[in-house]
């Protein structure tokens, strides 16, 4: 598979938060071949299964990884209609800002392409001049007949930046979505990987709904799978001017993977072993508190889930300049695949926390499965 | 929709021609012109003149200017691939966060970037386009390279089209129109002026070269017409512009601030519009900025001068609008005003 042709069907196909079902079928079609079987879980996540090598205990269960990237895109809402123009909310954390100007998609009875337009700068009054706009200052501009918008465009249709996806060169790739289509693809790449190469554990891939107004896919597929690890993709900070902290990583420098609360320590450890054995070299995300991504939910699912999460890192996130080094997204992918493929049956026993001394029983519980 | 008109505007939307370096956009106007001109002059700072011959045996000369110049950046510096930038021309910054950009005649891709949301809430106040940054990626640029916007044109609508730089483009293109079409009695002098964003400097050159009888400045004018239109009394500030309408016709500029247009070229083109029933409304601007039409009004010993303008919603932004309609409706008018002008109407 070409990746970056993958990569770019999949940020130039709209999925906003709660109506992600376009961009859920582009990610099935792309898995399909690739997976043992597919399903559409109840609020619309898509979850694919690549089963392992391994025999079913005796109890008739199986060791199972999650994978999950998120396929929804930050958007925004029809709040009203005004004759041509439509007002707008927020789907997920979209930046006013960088919106005037901007064509977009109204996913309307039929799409109908639109303008992010602002009033004249002379009319604005004093307090306003000198200032962005904000999202309530924001017209959607249709060029249509108002009994033309009223039939095609209902309050509450979802609407898209529209814009495709270009190269900078250099394996630089720009374009609206990268968060987190970029995760997606490298979980693609991951599976066409496992093709050729032998693993024990089963795979769940999933591709999360509406991780932008608050990891609610990946929360309810964590319970349903109830998978014995996991490992969340999400995209962090690019380094690029005026952007510091030391959760800005460099674009190419390798995926970084996170340490904190958030993260199974022992699993953390297994994954940077595994990309040691590829020669890569992870750089480390520290993030003390809430990661902010769907690990978050993952890892207090059920009675809770060793969770890791890996990055790419990209610049101008939330924007529809979102910028992406593809050597990430197939370093990151083959990460995956070298973690998974190293899976053995007992690696849950490998990473348990320290034991408890007065708990014996436990123990000789643990011996009995070896 | 006007295919003709739509073809034409997109390749000049498309074109990219940064005030001083015009260069692309001369290239594709004079190609179409070519055939149906004469006395073609590329002046000492790149605007074009030249003469369509009128069919009157002592035609009246009658310039009509168009700018080709669009708002942009220079290069100041680029390392690693991140460019340093200067602003050409009035930037509304409101426009500019995170939008994709052409860099230099290669039209190298760049983005002016943008620190995530996450890293810079509650942020409001706009930049100066001096502290703007682009990202070329892999690609370099040298010092003094010019950036435009990347506009994605495309047919709106019924009639509406959305690109880059219609501002300037739109009167463009309605110009090379006019030329392409029949001879009128004047004379008509064609002028695609230079360097308008940086103080209509080529204007100033062109008028001086051609001293028309009379001149005629088509430039955009921007709408005002988002809702709620009804209530423009909410905004003290809005309720000092005219109402300018989106498909409500040429606009026809009563005062562009300090300059005020020849009263009799105004009536007279106002009196046409009425008799040939083409749409117009009327504008009266208040310009911080040096006008194509004030400079062309005071060049020499005077030319009597109106401006003409084009309605654009978002003229500063990478995508603005254009009703075609408009365009052809400003093209209609400028044929009746060439057939209908006399020096006498020009007289107090």
């Known amino acids: ?116 337009g602002i009033v004249p700068q002379p009319t604005l009054s004093s307090e306003n001049q000198g200032v962005y706009a904000a999202l309530d200052d924001l017209y959607v501009d249709l060029c249509l007949p108002p009994e033309r918008v009223a039939a095609l465009v209902r309050v509450g249709d979802p609407i898209t930046v529209d814009l495709p996806m270009i190269e900078l060169g250099n394996g630089l790739l720009v374009g609206k979505a990268m968060d987190d289509r970029a995760c997606v693809a490298a979980i693609t790449a991951c599976l066409e990987q496992l093709q050729s190469r032998k693993h024990e554990w089963d795979v769940l891939a999933v591709a999360a709904v509406q991780e932008e107004t608050g990891s609610r896919g990946a929360a309810v597929e964590a319970y349903h799978l109830q998978p014995d690890i996991a490992i969340a993709l999400d995209v962090t900070y690019g380094q690029q001017p005026g952007v510091s902290g030391a959760d800005v990583h460099k674009l190419g420098g390798n995926p970084p993977l996170s340490l904190g609360a ?33 690990a978050w939910v993952i890892q207090t699912a059920r009675e809770g889930i060793p969770s890791a999460l890996l990055n790419i890192p990209i610049r101008n996130m939330h924007t529809a300049i979102e910028t992406v080094d593809l050597k990430d997204i197939e370093r990151a992918g083959r990460v995956l695949t070298e973690f998974i493929t190293g899976l053995k049956p007992d690696f849950l026993s490998a990473i348990q926390w320290d034991k408890a001394p007065s708990e014996k029983d436990s123990q000789e519980g643990e011996k009995k499965d070896e | 929709m006007n295919e003709t008109l739509q073809t034409r505007l997109k390749s000049l939307s ?79 910054a409101r426009f ?30 706009l930049p100066e386009p001096d502290d703007m940054t682009i990202d070329l990626g892999a690609g370099s640029a040298a010092v003094g390279d010019r950036a435009a916007y990347q506009g994605q044109f495309a047919v709106m609508g019924e ?50 070269r051609l001293r028309p009888d009379a001149a005629i400045v088509l430039r955009a004018v921007e709408c005002n017409d988002l809702p709620p239109e009804g209530d423009r009394d909410s905004s003290e500030r809005a309720a000092r512009f005219p109402l300018i309408r989106l498909g409500g016709g040429p606009a026809l500029v009563a005062s562009e601030a300090p300059y ?27 310009l911080s900025h040096r006008t194509e039409g004030e400079v062309i009004s005071a060049t020499a010993a005077g030319i009597p001068t109106i401006t003409i303008g084009i309605p654009v919603r978002y003229s500063s932004s990478p995508n603005g609008l254009v009703d075609v309609r408009d365009l052809e409706h400003t093209a209609a008018l400028l044929r009746v005003l060439g057939a209908r002008l006399t020096a006498e109407s020009l007289q107090e």
């Open chain 1, 1 to 116: 598979m070409d990746l970056k042709q993958h990569l770019k069907t999949l940020v130039e196909q709209h999925g906003p938060s709660g109506f992600e079902a376009p961009v859920g079928r582009v990610i099935q079609e792309a898995w399909s071949p690739l997976v043992d079987s597919l399903e559409i879980g109840k609020s619309g996540s898509l979850i694919a299964l690549k089963r392992g090598t391994q025999t079913d205990s005796s109890d008739g269960t199986r060791r199972r990884i999650m994978l999950c990237a998120h396929m929804d895109e930050i958007g925004m809402i029809v709040r009203e209609v005004r004759g041509t123009f439509l007002k707008v909310s927020r789907l997920g954390g979209i930046d006013a800002r960088i919106l005037p100007g901007l064509p977009v998609l109204v996913h309307g009875r039929e799409p109908v392409p639109g303008l992010i």
């Open chain 2, 96 to 125: 500019s966060a995170a939008k994709r950009v052409s860099v230099g005649s290669g039209k190298t891709p760049g983005m002016l970037l943008w620190a995530p949301i996450h890293k810079s809430y509650g942020q409001k106040s």
């Open chain 2, 260 to 286: 005020v247009t020849h009263r009799n070229l105004f009536r007279l083109t106002r009196e046409l519009a009425q008799q040939a029933g083409i749409p117009y409304q009327i504008d009266a601007l208040n």
């Open chain 2, 14 to 92: 498309e074109a990219v021609g940064v005030s001083g370096d015009e260069s692309e956009v001369r290239k594709l106007i004079l190609e179409q012109i070519k055939d149906q001109v004469s006395s073609v002059i590329i002046d000492a700072m790149g605007s074009i003149t030249a003469r369509k011959a009128g069919t009157s045996p002592t035609p009246l000369r009658l310039m009509i200017a168009a700018h080709m110049d669009e708002i942009g950046f220079m290069i100041t510096g680029c390392d690693s691939g991140i460019a340093q930038v200067m602003g050409i021309g009035d930037h509304d």
């Open chain 1, 262 to 294: 958030n993260f199974h320590p022992a699993l953390f450890e297994a994954i940077k072993a595994a990309s040691e054995r590829l020669e890569l070299t992870l750089p480390i995300d520290p993030l003390p508190g809430h990661s902010g991504t769907d």
């Open chain 2, 159 to 208: 009639h509406t089209l959305r690109g880059k730089a219609l501002e300037s483009r739109a009167p463009c293109a309605v110009l090379i129109d006019l030329l392409l079409g029949d001879a009128l009695p004047v004379d008509l002098l064609p002028a695609f002026t230079v360097q308008h964003h940086i103080g209509a400097r080529g204007a100033r050159t062109a008028a001086y």
